[in-house]
C-alpha cells in the first residue's frame, strides 16, 4: 500500500539544524511533485518548500528561504528537507506530501514528524 514515512524531527536550539527525511512507497515516486508543509498550534498548514519530480524546480516559503533545503533521491523513493538556522519560529508539526496533477494523478500525505525548536 501507499505510505509516506517522515522522520528526523525533534528538538534542537535555536540556530541548530535538522534533516527531514520523507520514505515513499506504493507508488511510482518519480512521477510526483514533493512538498513539504508544517503546522504550528492554533495556525493553519502552511507549504514551506516543493520540489518537481526530476527535482529541476524548487520552491519555498519566504520564512524559510536560505535556510531550508529540499531535495529528493528518486533512487532511494526519498525527499529531504535540510532545515539550517532553525528559528523558535519553525515549531511545528512537518509532513511531506506527494501530488501528480492531471488525470492520473494523485495525492498522498505523511503522518507528520514533531520539530520543536527552543532554548
Known amino acids: 500500500q501507499v505510505q509516506l514515512v517522515e522522520s528526523g524531527g525533534g528538538l534542537v536550539q535555536p540556530g541548530g539544524s535538522l534533516r527531514l527525511s520523507c520514505a515513499a512507497s506504493g507508488f511510482t515516486f518519480n512521477l510526483y511533485a514533493m512538498i513539504w508543509y508544517r503546522q504550528a498550534p492554533g495556525k493553519e498548514r502552511e507549504l514551506v518548500a516543493a520540489i518537481t519530480s526530476g527535482g529541476g524546480t524548487t520552491n519555498y516559503a519566504d520564512s524559510v528561504k536560505g535556510r531550508f533545503t529540499i531535495s529528493r533521491d528518486n533512487a532511494k523513493n526519498t525527499s529531504y528537507l535540510q532545515m539550517n538556522s532553525l528559528e523558535v519560529e519553525d515549531t511545528a508539526v512537518y509532513y511531506c506530501?506527494?501530488?501528480?496533477?492531471?488525470?492520473?494523478?494523485?495525492?498522498?500525505w505523511g503522518q507528520g514528524t514533531q520539530v520543536t525548536v527552543s532554548s
Open positions: 506530501n506527494a501530488v501528480r496533477w492531471g488525470p492520473k494523478g494523485g495525492e498522498y
